[in-house]
């Protein structure tokens, strides 16, 4: 109940070319559903999150979707840029909850070609 | 502004030692939170530390320990070392406790266990 699954575990894209990665939860009482991005060497960092409130929130060239009844959420990266090459990371957790606050998906490494 | 440090960056130790990581949350910050990231288990939660009281815990065993002094800097210590816990050993610092969009990682520390 605890998991959060995410897929591909690589992605090779195009530069210019739509980046799509995909996750999936169980635990319903999640209610927040961060992406994290991570350069090797460097701690993740916050790329952008959503509240199940919305199905859509969009900053930049990336766009996180959310779909509360399928208990999905995917990370869009627009124009893909070589600089967006890292591993990406979606997490869950419950705000209000005690304990394991975020759980993580394994991971997506990104590779955009030149 | 600083950001969160963690000293030190490598470390090699071998099975059944222990070892004391650091890390200095960003200035400001008060919560202080670890994580163990692996290829096999990815990014886990370990427990947070909170105004020096740990808010939070993972489901990790008691041979992981922490502490947060009352300048907030934090310290983790893994007593018996095994093989297992070969990992890059992450904090985040934020203002807040619990879960928060301002989450700031660190740049990790590397332990081998040999």
């Known amino acids: 109940q605890q998991q959060v699954k995410q897929s591909p575990q690589s992605l090779i894209v195009q530069k210019g070319g739509i980046s799509i990665i995909n996750c999936a939860y169980e635990?319903?009482?999640?209610?927040?559903f961060p992406w994290y991005q991570q350069f090797p060497g460097k701690g993740p960092a916050l790329l952008i999150a959503i509240r199940p409130d919305v199905s859509e929130k969009k900053e930049g060239r990336f766009t996180i979707s959310f779909n509360k009844s399928a208990k999905q959420f995917s990370l869009h990266i627009m124009d893909s840029q070589p600089g967006d090459s890292a591993t990406y990371f979606c997490?869950?957790?419950?705000?209000?909850?005690?304990?394991?606050?975020?759980?993580f998906g394994p991971g997506t490494r990104l590779s955009v070609l030149p | 502004k600083a950001g969160v440090t963690q000293t030190p960056r490598y470390l090699i130790k071998t099975r059944g030692q222990q070892v004391t990581l650091s890390c200095s949350p960003i200035?400001?910050?008060?919560?202080v939170s670890w994580y163990q990231q692996t290829p096999g288990q990815g990014l886990q939660f370990l427990f947070e530390y909170f105004s020096e009281t740990q808010r939070n815990k993972g489901n990790f065993p008691g041979r992981f320990s922490g502490r947060q002094f009352s300048n907030s800097r934090s310290e983790m210590n893994v007593s018996t070392l095994e093989l297992g816990d070969s990992a890059l050993y992450l904090c985040?610092?934020?203002?807040?406790?619990?879960?928060?969009?301002?989450?700031?990682f660190g740049p990790g520390t590397r332990l081998t266990v040999l």
């Open positions: 200035s400001g910050h008060r919560s």
């Open positions: 997490a869950a957790a419950h705000r209000g909850g005690y304990g394991q606050n975020f759980v």
């Open positions: 985040a610092s934020s203002p807040f406790s619990g879960v928060t969009d301002t989450q700031y």
């Open positions: 635990n319903t009482a999640f209610d927040y």
